[in-house]
């Protein structure tokens, strides 16, 4: 089971970044797979999920209305849509799956962390 995060980068308040996580070793179709962001010396925040089966999804407050998380099967991929960028989302992303059906369980499998830097 592998989960490989991309598409981190720095850009300006307002703007949008789409990051991308590709699982192998398994279907992501069948298992929740979520997002959660860092930043150094604050706790680990859950982002965004998006549940197996159904696809259901559920957001942090700070990012409902901007964030957007979403399922191709097609390509194993989970995306994670960031519009309306502000400084306070500057953090290290990971994508994460608890390998199970819901996005209740906790994680067991994590993907490197990709850099998501918002400044002027």
């Known amino acids: 089971v592998q989960l490989q995060a991309s598409g981190g980068g720095s850009v300006q308040p307002g703007g949008s970044l789409r990051l991308s996580c590709t699982a192998s070793g398994f279907t992501l179709d069948n298992y929740a797979i979520a997002w959660l962001r860092q930043v150094p010396g604050k706790d680990r925040e859950g982002v965004a999920c998006v549940n197996g089966g159904d696809a259901s999804t559920t957001y942090a407050d700070s990012v409902k209305g901007r964030f957007t998380i979403s399922r191709d099967n097609a390509k194993n991929t989970v995306y994670l849509q960031m519009n309306e960028l502000k400084p306070d989302d500057t953090a290290i992303y990971y994508c994460?799956?608890?390998?199970?059906?819901?996005?209740?369980?906790?994680?067991?499998?994590w993907g490197e962390g990709t850099q998501v830097t918002v400044s002027s």
């Open positions: 994460a799956t608890p390998l199970e059906r819901l996005c209740t369980y906790g994680m067991s499998y």
